[in-house]
């Protein structure tokens, strides 16, 4: 196992490495990347940078994407809902767009991706939707169950489409349900953004795409969401 300290042009260094999810903190961004020739930045859940995030990443290598996924917990991985929503709650979410963007950075800059996309799930859906309407460099964005304040990010300043998927059994109100997800899309329209598309899965709920989480996880659906994730990606980072 390689660990490569990068020095782009921001206040700490990427740490790259291939293999397992690193531990790395102390004023750094741990990263964890996959091969393959076109960009991705692959945002956690709210549990931290874990396998199941990193398995989902893997996937995304097949479909041809070289992702990233920073940790933006610094390290940290919640063992429960309780940590989990402790260490959402703590989250600087200024910072954590900076993370994303100099991910996104890395991507074209370092590693030569001509465009480069953002995949999200749950905290990390809510936060690829605000990154899409702050970055200079994110070109498409698929974020799943998860809605950001779209008064504070308005999807008129979007940098490119977003393709948002949802389970037509979430229950979290306010973020991730049926209605979240219409509130998505009357917004764009509200706001003139015509690149914007929903997709609601029947039969599944909040994190269908979990694999560690065999309780919510469905593999048909999952399989299902992520194929059309990422033609959605191919189509807007050619």
Not at 63 to 83: N, Q
Not at 193 to 205: A, E, H, M, R
Request: net charge positive; hydrophobic share 40%.
């Amino acid at each position: 196992m390689q660990r490569f300290i990068l020095k782009p042009q921001f206040s700490y260094s990427l740490v790259y490495q291939k293999g397992n999810p690193t531990t790395v903190i102390g004023g750094k961004l741990p990263v964890y990347v996959t091969p393959a020739p076109y960009g991705l930045v692959v945002i956690q859940e709210w549990w931290g940078l874990n396998s199941s995030i990193c398995k989902t990443a893997d996937i995304m290598s097949t479909y041809g994407f070289k992702c990233v996924v920073p940790d933006l917990y610094r390290g940290k991985i919640a063992k429960d809902t309780e940590e989990a929503g402790h260490l959402l709650s703590g989250l600087d979410w200024k910072q954590a767009l900076i993370d994303i963007e100099e991910s996104a950075r890395f991507l074209k800059e370092d590693l030569h991706c001509k465009k480069v996309g953002i995949l999200g799930f749950c905290m990390g859906g809510a936060l690829s939707i605000a990154s899409i309407t702050t970055s200079k460099i994110i070109s498409a964005a698929a974020p799943f169950y998860g809605v950001c304040d779209l008064n504070t990010f308005k999807l008129s300043n979007a940098n490119g489409p977003i393709l948002a998927q949802f389970g037509q059994n979430d229950d979290m109100v306010g973020f991730s349900s049926v209605q979240d997800a219409k509130r998505l899309e009357s917004t764009a329209l509200q706001q003139g953004n015509k690149n914007l598309q929903v997709k609601i899965w029947s039969g599944v709920g909040h994190a269908f795409c979990n694999q560690d989480r065999p309780e919510v996880y469905n593999q048909v659906i999952a399989k299902q969401a992520l194929d059309l994730a990422a033609k959605f990606l191919h189509d807007n980072l050619k």
